[in-house]
């Protein structure tokens, strides 16, 4: 049974920088687009990037673009979100979400507006919040 599982969270001050991982397991990893959602309390669920299998493509949120950076390393089964010039509106719980899609461009901004039953893997979440 495959899984995927976040790291990385934490608390960090506005203009700080943070590196989310999510390591993949018992899966054949660089069969799947990757994204990363967030969730605040209250709020709905917000897309914030995803990249593609081979990493050819990306795609980010408004609210992160110019901000955030997700690559990925298919030979360590992670995918990696870097949040740099962190806002307190940044603060929510991060998910590592992932689609099978061997050799298939995906990730788009329609992706990004997906729900978490559209995926074939979810992980646990890890809450990451900045102070002001």
């Known amino acids: 049974q495959g899984q995927v599982a976040e790291t990385g969270g934490g608390l960090v001050q506005a203009g700080g920088v943070l590196k989310l991982s999510c390591t993949a397991s018992?899966?054949?990893?660089?069969?799947?687009?990757m994204g990363w959602f967030r969730q605040a309390p209250g709020k709905s669920l917000e897309g914030v990037a995803c990249?593609?299998?081979?990493?050819?493509?990306?795609t980010y949120a408004r609210s992160v673009k110019g901000r955030f950076s997700i690559s990925r390393d298919n030979a360590k089964d992670t995918v990696y979100l870097h949040l740099m010039s962190s806002e307190p509106e940044d603060t929510a719980m991060y998910y590592c979400?992932?689609?099978?899609?061997?050799?298939?461009?995906?990730?788009?901004?329609?992706?990004?507006?997906?729900?978490?039953?559209?995926?074939?893997?979810w992980g646990h979440g890890t809450q990451v919040t900045v102070s002001a």
């Open positions: 018992g899966l054949t990893f660089g069969d799947y687009t």
């Open positions: 990249i593609s299998w081979s990493s050819g493509r990306t």
């Open positions: 979400a992932a689609e099978l899609s061997p050799q298939v461009d995906t990730c788009s901004m329609s992706w990004l507006h997906r729900q978490r039953g559209d995926f074939d893997y």
